[in-house]
């Protein structure tokens, strides 16, 4: 078990402030001072630093940090299930980005709780640098989510690849010309998701290629629902660019249409991820395993 010191030190991880971790825990925020400071005679090292009036972690703090979130993370987990023995039941905590849970996970999910009545699976929906803290804060066990991301603390596996597609109202004079470059869509209004979306770092890394940004554009507009800029697009309000799981029932229906880009496509995989070196990673990947099986046709 993690000792009060480790717990203190992983609250101040979290909260960035030594009266918030004394509030969090109940203790005074004299203690947590101490807590912090036998860590770090223990170890030899700073753990945390001032930046401005911002605490923030050094670089063995950072290192502590990893080390002690994923036994936290286990000892969470082993004592879960040394309860579901009593119970016969399993439990796992998922955390998926917004288009896979709307659009790429929702059914084989469906299915596999079906086939697995003892296993209760909590779905947390977020985008994806909320997810990969939640995942290092060992809030969440496993996720699926897009865009890029430090792999250096984490086990992945690709799930599947998806296209970006760049959509638009259907008739108008973008969908019926011939293929264009993003250099040829600057002067749009463009619709975007919100910063920390694997869609959006995906769109961004695309644009970077070409000497551009999301800057470059005439106009731009955050919405975090794709369902909002599907709307506004059908609305012709502006154009956007989404995976083609997200769009594929209205370009088929007709309510939006794709635009003919030129050039190669851009494609991202949706990755699995859990932490590496967790005692529980047979049970991950084998969760893994099953969802995948269940998402092919």
Known sequence: MLNFRARTFLSACRTRNYTRTAEELSITQPAVSQHIAYLERHY???????????????????????????????????????????????????????????????????????????????????????LLRRLREGEIDCALIEGYFDKHDLAWREFCMQELVGVCAPGTELSLGGPVGFEGLLERHILVREPGSGTRAVLEHALAERNLSLAS??????????????????????????????????????????????????????????????????RFERFFEELAALSRP
């Open 217 to 282: 554009f005439a106009r731009m507009t955050e919405v975090s629902s794709l369902n909002i800029i599907k709307a506004f697009v059908a609305a012709d309000v502006g154009i956007s660019f989404l995976y083609e799981a997200a769009v594929r029932e209205e370009l088929e229906a007709g309510r939006l249409a794709r635009i003919p880009l030129a050039g190669p496509s851009v494609d991202h995989a949706i990755t699995f991820v859990h932490l590496a070196g967790s005692v529980f990673e047979e």
């Open 44 to 130: 030899g090292m700073k753990l945390f630093s001032y930046v401005g009036k911002r605490l923030e972690l050094t670089t063995a703090g950072e290192l502590l940090y990893r080390a002690l979130s994923g036994m936290a993370h286990d000892e969470r987990l082993a004592e879960e299930a040394l309860a579901d023995l009593r119970t016969g039941r399993e439990r796992l905590s998922f955390g998926v980005t917004l288009t896979v849970g709307e659009y790429l996970i929702a059914r084989p999910l469906a299915r596999y709780l079906s086939m697995h009545p003892h296993v209760d699976v909590r779905v947390e929906q977020a985008g994806t640098e909320v």
